[in-house]
């Protein structure tokens, strides 16, 4: 026997919390645009990874620019997102011209057997002087090649120079990256490590949500995008005058401290929030050290935190977070990246300020049924995306779960089938379809997704909600 699905109560404190890696983000834009339409009260937002960059601009009544067509998830500088830095591409080319040089002389081998087997078909058809005249031109070619010796002396000096090309450019990429990084601290292991550094470069994502918050804070002045600190000092401002104003929401968002190994809860709240919040002490660390206040003195922090939400862990470069000298960490820089199991902990401390229910929403799909296997990926970017996107499906599972013990109600956006992987802003081919799926796609599923399984079952079945929107069908 089914169980019915739980009750939505508008007069309930409402929080809605966004998951996901990369592309996620489209999906959570397009589900927030129905709940939004729909006319659900949302009180609080909270967001890890790509969640982040849709829940800032949600919060401060921005929603509309983010699943704009022309907003920034259909900005065309995304189809670069997470790339492969280019140092390894170049290193990549600079080694497939030495190999193709190395195995030149066997390529001269293979073009002399395919000119005497075509000289020998060509006698055989009566075309002996075209015999002759192709075997000819090849033989003085070879010649050409090899009594200077070309080969012998041209292809070693450039296998060697193509060598050095690769390790210069590695050489460079990494004392460009440690000055970027304006740590000083010793960096412990080979050197060798240091000149292949991260596989993935983040720095285009983080630019591209940089420009879609200074757009929306800086309303109609057309002033040139200050520094990080700046906006986000605007930002909070914001936000914080405009509590209670339609379209306005509280902001809890979430990194990962690797330097400090534990979470980075960072929070925009109203004062009876804000107190429960502090008040909280739900391990044995100092909670100093894990919160964030954003309407305090560490608000020039916010950018840091979007930064370090679409790092990538392991694979893309921690984001460098310098907190202020007055702060717990005493002006230390630490490194910040996301944690796919951040959505539990996002629960947690929205149950902790008084969320009664909570609506979860995730761009994986849930665990697969029998003959669901599809084609696994060859290339490493799409198999680091597939275990990224089977952790998030994990943690979202576990969200999920504690949030049924903690609050009144928990409902669970998420799509059945999702092709699209966290890299895969340009698109993918889904073989299950056998079409090309886009992310105005994924972000249209969102959309429709939220009505099917939130507002039409739940919201409709509930208390009546003002104002609220069409339901598709």
Same mark, same amino acid.
């Given at each position: 026997m089914s169980v019915p699905p739980p009750l939505f109560s508008p007069r309930l404190r409402t929080g809605v919390v966004l998951c996901g890696t990369g592309t996620a983000g489209a999906y959570h834009a397009g589900a927030l645009r129905a709940i939004l339409e729909a006319g659900i009260k949302i009180d609080v937002i909270g967001a890890? /990874? #790509? /969640? $982040?960059a849709t829940g800032l601009a949600a919060a401060i009544d921005g929603g509309a620019r983010v699943w704009d067509p022309a907003g920034p998830w259909a900005d065309r500088r995304l189809a670069r997102a997470y790339p492969w830095r280019p140092a390894l591409r170049v290193g990549f080319a600079g080694l497939l011209a030495a190999a193709a040089l190395l195995f030149s002389p066997l390529l001269v081998l293979v073009c002399a057997a395919a000119a005497y087997a075509f000289g020998t078909v060509a006698a055989l058809v009566g075309l002996v002087s075209l015999s002759r005249g192709f075997v000819g031109v090849y033989q003085v070619a070879v010649e050409w &090649?090899?009594? =200077? =010796? +070309? *080969?012998?002396? +041209? +292809? =070693?000096? #450039? +296998? $060697? &120079? #193509? $060598? *050095? $090309?690769v390790l210069a450019v590695l050489a460079v990429a990494a004392v460009r990256a440690a000055r970027q990084e304006r740590s000083r601290r010793r960096a412990a292991g080979a050197f060798w490590w240091q000149l292949l550094g991260s596989p993935l470069d983040a720095a285009e994502p983080a630019g591209v949500f940089t420009d879609a918050l200074w757009r929306l804070v800086r309303g109609a002045s057309d002033a040139p995008r200050p520094a990080a600190p700046e906006i986000g000092r605007r930002y909070v401002e914001l936000l914080a005058d405009n509590f209670g104003q339609p379209g306005f929401h509280e902001l809890v968002v979430a990194v990962h401290d690797l330097d400090a190994r534990r979470d980075l809860i960072g929070t925009v709240l109203d004062a009876p929030a804000r107190a429960a919040f502090e008040a909280r002490q739900p391990g044995p660390a100092p909670r100093e050290g894990e919160t964030v206040d954003f309407t305090g003195p560490q608000r020039e922090l916010l950018m840091g935190f979007l930064s370090g939400a679409l790092r990538v862990p392991v694979v893309t470069a921690p984001a460098q977070l310098p907190f202020p000298a007055d702060s717990f960490w005493q002006g230390e820089r630490h490194r910040v990246c996301d944690r796919p199991e951040l959505v539990v902990r996002l629960v947690d401390e929205l149950a902790g300020i008084g969320v009664e229910q909570i609506i979860l929403v995730g761009a994986a799909p849930p665990p697969a049924a029998p003959h669901a296997m599809r084609a696994q990926p060859i290339d490493l970017r799409a198999r680091i995306g597939e275990y990224v996107r089977s952790i998030e499906a994990a943690a979202l599972a576990d969200a999920a779960m504690l949030a049924r013990i903690r609050c009144a109600g928990v409902f669970v956006v998420r799509p059945h089938h999702n092709p699209i992987g966290p890299f895969d802003f340009t698109g993918v081919y889904d073989e299950a379809s056998d079409r090309q799926r886009t992310m105005a796609e994924l972000m249209q599923q969102g959309y429709a997704d939220a009505y099917r399984h939130f507002i039409e079952p739940v919201v409709a079945a509930g208390e009546p909600v003002e104002g609220r929107g069409p339901v598709l069908s």
């Open positions: 890890h /990874g #790509a /969640g $982040v &090649l090899f009594s =200077p =010796p +070309i *080969l012998p002396t +041209i +292809i =070693p000096r #450039a +296998i $060697v &120079l #193509a $060598v *050095l $090309v």
